[in-house]
Nanobody
Framework: VQLVESGGGLVQPGGSLRLSCAAS????????MRWYRQAPGKERELVAG????????VWLDSVKGRFTISRDNAKSTVYLQMNSLKPEDTAVYYCKAYLWATEYWGQGTQVTVSL
């Protein structure tokens, strides 16, 4: 089982990034997917989630209207489009796959929002 995040980097405030999480080794289309983030000295927090069929989503209030989560089950990939980025969005972003009590985590990708 693997979850591999990519797309992180350094971006100026107001900029955009698109994170990807490519899955392998399990039936991706059966799993809900979530993006979390963890800033230095802070607890990991849920940013966004999407159901297995893409029919429902959940959001952290502070990213509503700026971030979009989507998935492509044919490519076994989940995306996080991040627009209007703010310095407080700086964190390591992780994806997680979950189905009942089973969950898999990626290794994380760093997002830094700074001038």
């Amino acid at each position: 089982v693997q979850l591999v995040e990519s797309g992180g980097g350094l971006v100026q405030p107001g900029g955009s990034l698109r994170l990807s999480c490519a899955a392998s080794g399990f039936t991706f289309s059966s799993y809900g997917m979530r993006w979390y983030r963890q800033a230095p000295g802070k607890e990991r927090e849920l940013v966004a989630g999407i159901s297995s069929d893409g029919g429902s989503t959940v959001w952290l209030d502070s990213v509503k209207g700026r971030f979009t989560i989507s998935r492509d089950n044919a490519k076994s990939t989940v995306y996080l489009q991040m627009n209007s980025l703010k310095p407080e969005d700086t964190a390591v972003y992780y994806c997680k796959a979950y189905l009942w009590a089973t969950e898999y985590w990626g290794q994380g990708t760093q997002v830094t929002v700074s001038l």
